[in-house]
């Protein structure tokens, strides 16, 4: 691989960058590989990255419908915390965040993971119980997370309005080690880093089907460039989930949903941190462009248009003007839509299936993008061992027939 | 400074109405009609702004909407102030004060062109091969360098004082863009009689007629036909002319998002009217008139200011009287650039030559354009311009073979101070695509095109292809009868099919010059070295060519991925004048045809749109409802403090004045408060709790289904603590029914759940027993609802009510009966949920203010005392009874917070039921509802606190569970608390530890009911 | 925000109305007889297709009532509403 | 609809007395507060709801979305087994036990809902444009004719919008909303000033 600096961004230079070399390569798939994962999105990426890495499993073809990186990775918001209030969950991010924290040093390639803080917002007694619950367990688990008084909202972010609106600020939770990362470097560094392990990343190829042998295991998949065989498959398609799952017979607990995110004109630096409420149901943050990226829940139906409506977007921003009325005059730039796969319990699932052979790494919801490092590397863990990583061994498919939910959102927690 | 390149007549400007505006701190005049840039460019002013990452000097590349370098500030005073607007949007009027952006100290020297310099070192992309160690530093010292460069303007700081309105209407036909496509199709349907809509985001309607000079229709100058055709539109009832604004969003079912800006343009906007209002129109039909957006050509230099699209200086000659020099160089691979030099020659512009891409020059322009004596040079280029703030020069090279690859000869430099490019025309098919239509690449033309459409939408005119003004006029009139046609079929597909072009009923005789399709994709040739040359594709976010090949080398192959590694086409323009530059780079970079190559996804909004815009009148008391009860003014005037419970404002305690003129704070209150109930009366608002009447012959039977309970056997007259559970076996929600007949439920919810529940017993009661005979009504606002607590309740109320035995044994504890109170008619329940004697006075709303201070005045002899939630909260925690949604978070089954009891076991099935089944919902790990007493009476645990074992266990530290509740109870003279803790009933009577950050405190952990555990003084 | 055609009121605009999930999965006659499996199959799974779904809305802030429709979930575009109760029309497969 | 403009009883207190005090005069959207009336909420099968149209005095309209009248009284159409019953007067009770007795034995609902709600009146020649900044119908004559009531939205609040004249219309919210669709109105009358 060749490697990323400062010295060498020089170097090249001196010769009109006419020496550097592809990120990654384009192959054609082989006839047959170890393991194959389907989407090249921050999660399959990263579960390809780890399996060469960590696991010697480098016979690993990545398959992409579309262009890496191209579905929820280069849609999202890019926020990145993991003060969750169920062990289970407050492990599974934890170490997704430990990971963020080396990860443009492992990766070579900077993902700029900007650990400014996020901050969530209390405006009612009920939040201010729950935020502290969150905070108590978060000490205990080892995760960093901290009550704020409404004061000292304020002088975390300074831009807030925080007493002149319908539902005042009360207080709030900061994560400091909580930031924002680069989602398109994710992507492509992971994708840069799995390539150099021998990881083939095929690109527009859809899997048409999951071929199953005799026994039920797994054998293979269909795809657009034809059958590729494989003993392993996991499935690491966000939105998609269902369609493939189906593909191998397999019924989901998941459904997709709209989410929508928009961002400003850019300007200059006006808001220094991540900036949460699921009470009026915003988030905002600045990118290091300059724009104020911004989100909120999903749109109510299902659906795979990725496109959300209009009347979800003027009840963000409103919430957004409400936050921080000096805001009202910014424009909107871009406004898009992703698809999300939403668990009954807003947990995820990365587990073994009912198929032999046959894993899936899914229902992330609103917040797949920070758990990306972790995500992948527990899932390489299952996929390689045919069981799970401690970490995952509760994010199971059999846990919604056993009643063993892990409700981050029933436990209050924000949505994202 | 005067006017020095204003023309001496001609333009749509007012030329009796001069306006002075500030520009960077300096005062200049122009005129009524002028935009910013039309007003600067006549008074000699190009340098505008400076680049996103070089910090290079610029000047106005277009006229409009699709401009990336002019940007900048706009304040009518501190708060009103916008960053990023464009100057060729930017109406001029009297006072207008703006100022350039992104540079330090000052624009014409600015430190941050130190960029320039290194950007030899800052290639696509430079920021992710870097600035990775030592690992940390990023965040410390690099990102915060790198956001303060970035950027453009600067955000208000301020809270925006102005008003925006947001309106929904509907429409028979609406068409975007008043060109001549556009309105020749408003034409066509307002005579069919339908209901139209004509918008357009400049502030004149007329599109490209407002910058004709010689064309003619239907025999008048085209000028002259504009003000014919808008006065008969005006004229039309059924039709509505809306100048700026922008169709921003097309959303599903022909749902188009407008952007009308009301005061924008105003020297002085009142008070009375918005600043910008939001139109959410459903139009039947759709035609989209969008027209087309002139290309760039990229060539090395070509962001100096004073290089500007072609048929866009023509537009600040002709419509705004405004030269953009004393001599110009065109540049351009199509007719516009003859028409321009034209156009510019007879404005007193000198032509010094036209550059010509194309090999061959034939035509009718540009004969024109030799026979008027201009220089015109076929198969040349231009490959760089000279001059630092302002173009001085253009060097010109011959082309010896096609364009894109064959080398270039010698150059000659041809001194000018403005360089003027065209490269064609793209279609504007923004709205197109965002409607989901399908874009098709067409070879003759060079351009994607509307293909098949998913909407009730045609296209007209140029944003289709279609070029010659005659032809446009034509098509625009047939597709607005097209269009007023299909609007009257409600049964009409989603599409119709789109008329050919000069399938019109009426002709448009038009004399104008036909510019074709000819046009030049990608970067031109040069023989200059690629690596040092800068040929912008992106202005904006300075975006160059070699950029865009770097991308292709490393392997960025779909568009999508160029797009997101260089930031082409990312900028506040949204790639309107770089996507298909892009396009065509990649495409000869990966030797693939365009179309191979694919297209970026055109996102709303078509322009940036304001966020005021979106929220509207949202804001403050209007952001959500702000719900009071009957007697929320009775408490207000009493001194309460108010808490937000969903969208109520609910009394949270009543501190009374002290002596010393302060107010008790909130613990002084709710003890005093408490105390009062405990020992002889309270009263408390309980309105906002929801109320459901279930009526009908079914009633019964559908309660037993919805409620965990069994009320088959409750007699009328008799109230029950219901639960009511999800499918999933988890608490939904509590509250107390009463019965009052055999067919009539008064049933309660918690405030938060009321909607929530109502729905939830709907769903089932249509979709899963719609044979049951029994309705829902909400009742919740029907009641106000008075809490009348402690031991002297009855001797408080009894006088007051007529029709009621209040006895204990007439009317014992959980019982419900209607009577009159003030001859008000009321259901009055005997309930408690404070553990004292209790009624609860139900009358109708409107009387609820009155009948409150009746038994307030009823209740001074025994010192009744109101109280807020807080004291509420504590008194129910004495007596351990649960909060839905404090006590559980929607993970707790009736049994782990003691409900067991309301579960009727005999019942076969209940919502939920199944669901408490399975194994995991009666595991003995389970979190319990328990007690809790700190070793310190004085110490009140933190709500939220977690309970561990072994507070000294290594991180991460085994939780048992936490505190759910927590209050200092005055009655009782110590702390309270309740918790949920794994196992916990079977804990009772151990110790447990909660620790904290700074110490671990010591709990024990009890019985939840701390007051009164048998329940006597329920009866009095 | 699309526009739903109510069976009882007729075309009305999106916020009116409250998605209700997928159609047609009807509450188990006998809940206490399913196994666990089964349960959880009716609570939680889904079909979630890409392409038509047969789904609930409520007309919340019409006429209040439940009613059925087929949507596309690529365009969001309706095939159809009908009233609860009645059996999803056979208008192709749903999903692909 | 059931107009009356004075409050009725001294004993009770309605949520707009205040803000409708201190009201613009807009010629061109018009907004008042109107007294009190009775309302009941109807829901029944078949069977019964003739019997109840009978005693009401006005049949229930069976048409989707209308409004019948008579005798200064109205049956509103909400849903197919829904309906809203207007009596000009503050005492439901001699309505409802009328009503309550020829139903007697038929499946039906009837609830007093008479305190549960308050109605403003818009009117002028620019209501509707006034009403459609927070109501997403199609106010125009054709599409939203005279005799038209349904329950839909105004902001982020439910309401029953009916249309009296052309130009004129009611809108019945429930109380605690009341005042946020006054202010709401308020906000968008503005600019008619």
Known sequence: MQKFSGFELFRRALGGHKSWQPQWRNPEPKAEYDVIIVGAGGHGLAAAYYLAKEHGITRVAVIERGWLGGGNTGRNTTIVRSNYLFDESAALYEHAVKLWEGLSQDLNYNVMYSARGVLMLAHNHHDEISFKRHVHANRLNGVDNEWLSAEQVKEFCPPLNIRSMRYPIIGGALQRRGGTARHDA??????????????DIIQNCEVTGIRRGPSGAVEGVETSKGFIRAKKVGVSAAGHTSVVMAMAGVRMPLESYPLQALVSEPVKPAFPTVVMS????????????????????????????????????????????????????????????????????????????????????????????????????????????????????????????????IDEAAAAAVAH | MTNRFRTHSGGRIDRGAPVSFRFDGKTYSGFKGDTLASALIANGVHLVGRSFKYHRPRGFLSAGSDEPNALVNVARDAARMSPNLRATQVELYEGLKATSQNRWPSLGFDAGAANDFVSPFLPAGFYYKTFMWPAGAWKRFYEPKIRAMAGLGVAPTLPDPDRYTQNYAYCDVLVVGSGPAGLAAALAAAESGATVWLVDEQPELGGSLLAERTAT?????????????????????????????????????????????????????????????????????????????????????????????????????????????????????CDAGYRTALDLAAGGVAVVAVADLRREVHGELPARALAAGIDVRPATVVTGTTGRLRVSGARLAKIKGGPSVDPVGASETLACDTVLMSGGFTPSVHLFSQSRGKLVWDAASGAYLPGSSVERERSAGACRGITGLQRVLEDGYGQGEAAARASRDASSPARGATPPPGASSKSFPAQADDLGTDGFIGATPHARNPAFTKAFVD????????????ATREGFRSIEHVKRYTTTGMATDQGKTSNMNTLGIVAEALGESVPKIGLTTFRPPFTPTTFGLFAGAARGDQFDPVRKTAIHDWAAEHGAAFE???????????????????????HAAVARECKAVRSSVGMFDASTLGKIEVVGPDAAEFMNRMYTNAWAKLEPGRLRYGVMLREDGFVMDDGVVGRLSSDRFHVTTTTGGAPRVLAHMEDYLQTEWPELDVWLTSTTEQWAVIAVQGPKAREVLAPLIEGIDLAKEAFPHMSVREGTILGVPTRLFSVSFTGELGFEVNVPAHYGRAVWEAIFAAGQPFGITPYGTETMHVLRAEKGYIIVGQETDGTQVPDDVNLGWAVGKAKKDFVGKRS?????????????????????????????????????????????????????????????????????????????????????????IVEPVFYDPKGERLNG | ???????????????????????????????????????????????????????????????????????????????????????????GESGQ | MVETTATAEPLAHYPLDALAAGTRAIGAARLTALGPVSRLAFRGREAAIQAAGEAFGVALPREANRRNTANGRHALWLGPDEWILLAPGADPAPLFAAIETATTGLPHSLVDVSARSVTLEVAGSKAAYVLNQGNPLDLSLDAFPVGTSTRTLFHKAEIVLSRITPDTFHVDVWRSFAPYVWEMLEDARRELA
């Open chain 1, 186 to 199: 994710v992507a492509w560094g992971f994708a840069r880093a799995a390539d150099s392990r021998g990881v």
């Open chain 1, 278 to 405: 699921n009470t009026i149901h915003a988030y905002i943050s600045q990118s290091d462009k300059g724009e104020m990226v911004i989100g909120a829940g999903t749109d109510a139906y299902t659906s795979y248009s990725q496109r959300g409506a209009l009347h979800v977007t003027t009840h963000t921003l409103d919430a957004i003007c409400e936050l921080v009325p000096q805001f009202r005059r910014l424009r909107m730039l871009r406004n898009w839509g992703g698809i999300v796969d939403v668990t009954p319990d807003r947990s995820p699932i990365i587990a073994k299936t009912p198929v032999p052979g046959l894993y899936v790494n899914c229902g992330w919801g609103t917040g797949g993008f920070k758990a990306t490092p972790g995500s992948g590397n527990v899932f390489a863990h299952t996929i390689a061992k045919d069981e799970p990583h401690k970490i995952n061994a509760p994010f199971t498919l059999e846990r919604f027939r056993d009643g063993f939910l």
């Open chain 2, 217 to 333: 229709i239907e025999g008048k100058p085209a000028q002259q036909w504009l003000s014919d055709t808008l006065a008969t539109l005006a004229a039309k009832d059924n039709v509505t002319l809306l100048p700026r604004t922008t169709a921003f969003a097309y959303f599903p079912h022909n749902m188009i998002a407008l952007a009308e800006r009301v005061t924008e343009h105003l020297a002085a906007p009142g008070a009375d009217l918005p600043r910008e209002r939001l139109w959410q129109l459903r139009a039947r039909e759709v035609v989209l008139a969008t027209g087309a957006l002139e290309r760039p050509l990229v060539f090395p230099d070509n962001d100096r200011p004073g290089v500007l699209l072609a048929d866009s200086a023509r537009t600040y000659l002709n419509r705004y009287g405004a030269k953009p020099g004393d001599r110009a160089v065109i540049f351009t691979a």
């Open chain 2, 539 to 550: 202005w904006q976010n300075d975006v160059t060519a070699k950029d865009i090949t770097l």
């Open chain 2, 644 to 666: 937000d419970v969903s969208l109520w404002k609910r009394a949270w305690y009543f501190p009374k004045a002290l002596p010393d003129g302060r107010r008790e704070d909130l």
């Open chain 2, 916 to 1004: 408490l089944a399975r194994a995991s919902m009666s595991a003995p790990d389970r979190k319990q509802l328990v007690g809790l007493r700190t070793t310190d009476p004085k110490v009140v645990l933190e709500e939220g606190a977690q309970i561990v074992a072994d507070p000294k266990a290594p991180v991460p530290v085994p939780m048992l569970g936490f505190v759910t509740s927590s209050y200092y109870s005055a009655v009782l003279g110590h702390s309270i608390a309740l918790a949920v803790i794994k196992g916990g009933r079977a804990r009772i009577g151990t110790r447990l530890s909660v620790p904290m950050p700074d110490r671990v405190i010591e709990v024990e």
């Open chain 3, 1 to 91: 925000m699309l526009i739903i055609n109510c069976p009882w009121c007729g075309a009305r605009p999106e916020i009116e109305f409250r998605y209700g999930g997928e159609a047609h999965v009807a509450r188990p006659a006998d809940p206490a007889a399913m196994s666990d499996q089964e349960w959880a199959d009716f609570l939680y799974n889904r079909t979630n297709p890409k392409g038509l779904h047969a789904e609930r809305w409520r007309h919340i802030h019409g006429c209040g009532r439940y009613f059925n429709a087929v949507r596309d979930t690529v365009s969001d575009f309706f095939v159809t509403t009908y009233k609860a109760g009645e059996p999803r029309p056979d208008i």
